[in-house]
């Protein structure tokens, strides 16, 4: 039997000494605008001083620039270390190359390596003929470029592509097995399913850290196509959560910090002790789930989780 989840206020457990990790993750903006909206998320997250702040590419590399530009500043503007998100979808080993060793001569030692979604206009992802087969071809690449500190993804409810689960943990353990320091999860709500998935992979031998990842829900419709598109569980006490605060925003904003929170909570009673926050390129709500959770910015009064 677990012992009681430790109420939000006591989740530093000083004996353990292993406090909360936090990441963050961002995506290319098309607009200036947009721009200065990540840039303020940015400033406003790093006094947290995450362990690293990843930075997401577009399909076929369609974000190359954008990507590059951020990472770029992340690592010059801040002293958070970034993480630059690379796929295979439609571009050769050479071109993935060429990015990678720039990114090693810039400063960047951590790579999100992954094999992308295929591109708009195509059901099913297609390697390019002379490309990376996918993530664990991708890992062993960028390993022979350099000692990147590598991350990739893993499904706790399975890839919508994968065959059966039993395929996708073996996928995973490919990853590892070339090279991969650690896992980040799609997104989930149901925790158990998350630590069902924990005794998966370790029964299949994978031992590297498993970080879950949190997606705080700003938008719940927003959501629900996000999850129709990875296979992910919108459960229904998640949707009468949100029920009737289409047109309420704040209201919306305080169930998605309680929301989120409680998960995280749940997370760290279950011995988790880093946790890779799906910002979409705003840090309300991660922020006040990470004060939530003891969390505060280097030079506050307070404690870390």
Known sequence: MNPPAPSLAQTFDPASGRPLGVSFEFFPPRTPEMEATLWRSVERLAPLKPRFMSVTYGAGGTTRE????IVRRILAETSVPPAAHLTCVDASREDIDAVARAYWQSGVRHIVALRGDPPTGQSRYTPHPQGYRGAAELVAGLKRIGDFEISVAAYPETHPEAPSPAFDIDN??????????RAITQFFFDTDIFLRFLERTLKAGITVPIVPGILPVSNF???QKFAALCGATVPNWLARQFDGLDSDPETRR????????EQCRRLRAEGIHDLH?????????????????GLRPTGTRGRAA
Do not use: P, W
């Open 254 to 261: 305080l169930v998605a910090a309680t929301v989120a929170a």
């Open 221 to 223: 419709a927003q959501v």
């Open 172 to 181: 995973l353990k490919r990853k590892v097995d070339a090279g991969a320091t």
């Open 66 to 69: 954008r990507t590059h530009a």
């Open 277 to 293: 926050f799906y910002t979409l390129n705003r840090a309300e709500l991660s922020f006040a789930i990470c004060h939530m959770l």
